[in-house]
């Protein structure tokens, strides 16, 4: 059974960092490209990051230089670390897995697994 799971969100105050982890079973990172993305209440869900194994990631602008996506292949676990935080980071991050190439552009029905998300809360 193939599954995503989030961990490490929770409230912090605005410059404040989270680590956030994605555990991957029943198929290997490494095969995938991966992204992280978040939705805030009344905005349209967005890409944060992307990686392919091998083959570097890319931001979205909003976050390049603040954020930093890994994957730890032996482990078959996805982070991002996120530093710097502001209140318009809140939201539900959630990661994701496309047998495609990951990039800023692809569509998320092109995504193959999906995460349950884990909130972010950034205060001012």
């Known amino acids: 059974q193939v599954q995503l799971v989030e961990s490490g969100g929770g409230s912090v105050q605005a410059g404040g960092s989270l680590r956030l982890s994605c555990a991957a079973s029943g198929f290997t990172y490494i095969s995938y490209g991966i992204a992280w993305f978040r939705h805030a209440p009344g905005k349209k869900r967005e890409v944060v990051a992307t990686i392919n194994s091998g083959d570097g990631t890319t931001y979205a602008d909003a976050v390049k230089g603040l954020f930093t996506i890994s994957q730890d292949n032996a482990k078959n676990t996805m982070y991002l670390q996120m530093n710097n935080l502001k209140p318009e980071d809140t939201a539900m991050y959630y990661c994701?897995?496309?047998?495609?190439?990951?990039?800023?552009?692809?569509?998320?029905?092109?995504?193959?697994?999906w995460g349950q998300g884990t909130q972010v809360t950034v205060s001012s």
């Open positions: 994701a897995a496309t047998r495609a190439y990951a990039s800023l552009s692809l569509k998320t029905s092109m995504y193959n697994y």
